[in-house]
T-cell receptor, first 112, second 112 residues
Framework: EDQVTQSPEALRLQEGESSSLNCSYT??????LFWYRQDPGKGPEFLFT???AGEEKEKERLKATLTKKESFLHITAPKPEDSATYLC?????????????FGTGTLLAVQP | ETGVTQSPTHLIKTRGQQVTLRCSSQ?????VSWYQQALGQGPQFIFQ???????GRGNFPPRFSGLQFPNYSSELNVNALELDDSALYLC???????????FGQGTRLTVV
């Protein structure tokens, strides 16, 4: 069964303290992996798409990487405004349907 | 370019009632998917619409139904509401054949 697992469930950092979030997946025929940011009570905001192992993408203080089994979201020198839930998801195809399978997210809190 | 918009943002319903949620897709996007996100969980796929037809469904009962209109906007209808239907309902739009999906801000449904 396709599965996406994120760790840790919650992470508390001091401003400027770099860290990484993990997303591991067990799917066959990976066609991409997405990272989203979600603020409380809001919809997920698209951050990155990674298509193949070895690929990296960066946006401001965030860098996403992908291996054959997992993805990491590296946060360098975070600021309080980076506090949010970070979700990863993989697309699955079944017939004409393209759906996303999400992990449960990592709740990041950055304290000033 | 307009993003995905959902209405209403919040609503409260009584158990047994029916509810309709609405979604306008991002400009040019012809595929709409609906997701349910319970508190502390990742979004779960409900169903997807393309060319005004449902072309895939997740593990949700038939009392969850939908429509897509010629302008690609969509509705999610839930009959016989149950307390467990309380969640954030998310609409995502995409272009057929493209894997990136972009989400609206969600509708927070509370069933009492």
């Amino acid at each position: 069964e396709d599965q996406v697992t994120q760790s840790p469930e919650a992470l508390r950092l001091q401003e400027g303290e770099s860290s990484s979030l993990n997303c591991s997946y067990t799917v066959s025929g990976l066609r991409g992996l997405f990272w989203y940011r979600q603020d409380p009570g809001k919809g997920p905001e698209f951050l990155f798409t990674l298509y193949s192992a070895g690929e990296e993408k960066e946006k401001e203080r965030l860098k996403a990487t992908l291996t054959k089994k997992e993805s990491f979201l590296h946060i360098t020198a975070p600021k309080p405004e980076d506090s949010a839930t970070y979700l990863c998801a993989v697309p699955r195809y079944g017939g004409a349907t393209n759906k996303l399978i999400f992990g449960t997210g990592t709740l990041l809190a950055v304290q000033p | 370019e307009t993003g995905v918009t959902q209405s209403p943002t919040h609503l409260i319903k009584t158990r047994g009632q029916q509810v309709t949620l609405r979604c306008s897709s991002q400009s040019g996007h012809n595929t709409v998917s609906w997701y349910q996100q319970a508190l502390g969980q990742g979004p779960q796929f409900i169903f997807q619409y393309y060319r005004e037809e449902e072309n895939g469904r997740g593990n949700f009962p038939p009392r969850f139904s939908g429509l897509q209109f010629p302008n690609y906007s969509s509705e999610l209808n839930v009959n016989a509401l149950e307390l467990d239907d309380s969640a954030l309902y998310l609409c995502a739009s995409s272009l057929a054949g493209h894997i990136e999906a972009f989400f609206g801000q969600g509708t927070r449904l509370t069933v009492v």
